[in-house]
């Protein structure tokens, strides 16, 4: 069973329309949710924390929002540039460990054409 | 600020034949390393993780194993490669010391057996 289910798993937008990713978790205990922007064949860049209900965070045109049980991703008119699969993780308590848990979506893989 | 290297970063082996790939991280100290699996489709699986030299924590059984034998550099190796094995691994690090760090990736290691 998943704990964090992404959507939609693909996405193509109109360069300049805008439009939202969703990022839902059952994970209990969240310490912070994390998101990832992929090119193919690199790694994972990080792109954002938000660490608890309500926070926000800002990098160009995208927008990071959390609620008590899911994240969006919003982009706001969209440019060629931003095609990339977005992967969302959530780091939960786990054992008593100091690192927690990781769990990662399966990613949405975002097209944005001219 | 710090960087990840990973390398070779395509890989064609065998089966049967030895693997080593190799990670280093600059500009920080005593970071936490892990190894990842990303298949297609089936998202990043994590397959190991240390907090220190010669500490290696194994998340699933396989036919890999790792080791750190610097505070920085992490490597991951098998005597004798499977089918299975195929796949995108990456390396990747966090600040130790923080209960809440994002993962830093390198950008990757194509293994195909062959």
């Known amino acids: 069973e998943d704990q964090v289910t992404q959507s939609p798993e693909a996405l193509r937008l109109q360069e300049g329309e805008s439009s939202s990713l969703n990022c839902s978790y059952t994970?209990?205990?969240?310490?912070?949710l994390f998101w990832y922007r992929q090119d193919p064949g690199k790694g994972p860049e990080f792109l954002f924390t938000?660490?608890?209900a309500g926070e926000e965070k800002e990098k160009e045109r995208l927008k990071a929002t959390l609620t008590k049980k899911e994240s969006f991703l919003h982009i706001t008119a969209p440019k060629p540039e931003d095609s990339a699969t977005y992967l969302c993780?959530?780091?939960?308590?786990?054992?008593?460990?100091?690192?927690?848990?990781?769990?990662f979506g399966r990613g949405t893989q975002l097209t944005v054409w001219p | 600020s710090q960087t990840i290297h990973q390398w070779p970063a395509t890989l064609v082996q065998p089966v049967g034949s030895p693997l080593s790939l190799e990670c280093t991280v600059e500009?920080?100290?005593?970071?936490?390393l892990y190894w990842y699996r990303q298949a297609a489709g089936r998202g990043l699986q994590l397959l190991f993780y240390?907090?220190?030299?010669?500490?290696i924590s194994s998340e699933v059984p396989q036919n890999l194993s790792a080791s750190r034998p610097q505070d920085r550099q992490f490597i991951l190796s098998s005597k004798k490669l499977l089918l299975s094995d195929s796949g995108f691994y990456l390396c990747?690090?966090?600040?130790?010391?923080?209960?809440?760090?994002?993962?830093?990736f390198g950008n990757g290691t194509r293994l195909t057996v062959t």
């Open positions: 993780a959530v780091q939960a308590g786990w054992r008593g460990s100091t690192l927690g848990r990781l769990y």
């Open positions: 938000l660490y608890s």
């Open positions: 500009g920080t100290s005593n970071p936490n």
């Open positions: 994970v209990s205990g969240l310490r912070g």
């Open positions: 240390s907090v220190g030299i010669g500490q």
């Open positions: 990747a690090w966090t600040h130790s010391g923080t209960v809440i760090s994002p993962l830093h």
